[in-house]
């Protein structure tokens, strides 16, 4: 069974940046496809961004040129590196893990963008 803890969120001002990490149970990882989603108060979650098992990555238009999702496969690990942060950033944000039939996700971590 794999488990996902995610971590780095937190309150930032309008432009700011912070960095998102995953850390996944198992050994499933480096073969896994990983992605970040987020969902706002009162909205669907919504895929933010996606890297594939060979590290291809896709983004969500909203967030194209200000957010980078990466991997390390040696620390079982997915970061999501956001800058330029906006108030309509504002989001719990949420791990995916998905292999073969398993598709997992973390607790969440909460990401609020405000002055």
């Known amino acids: 069974q794999v488990h996902l803890v995610e971590s780095g969120g937190g309150l930032v001002q309008p432009g700011g940046s912070l960095r998102l990490s995953c850390a996944a149970s198992?050994?499933?990882?480096?073969?896994?496809?990983m992605g970040w989603y987020r969902q706002a108060p009162g909205k669907e979650r919504e895929l933010v961004a996606r890297i594939t098992r060979d590290s291809t990555t896709n983004y969500a238009d909203s967030v194209k040129g200000r957010f980078t999702i990466s991997r390390d496969n040696a620390k079982n690990t997915v970061y999501l590196q956001m800058n330029s942060l906006k108030s309509e950033d504002t989001a719990v944000y949420y791990c995916?893990?998905?292999?073969?039939?398993?598709?997992?996700w973390g607790q969440g971590t909460s990401v609020t963008v405000s002055s």
């Open positions: 198992g050994s499933i990882f480096s073969a896994a496809n």
């Open positions: 995916n893990l998905r292999w073969a039939l398993v598709n997992a």
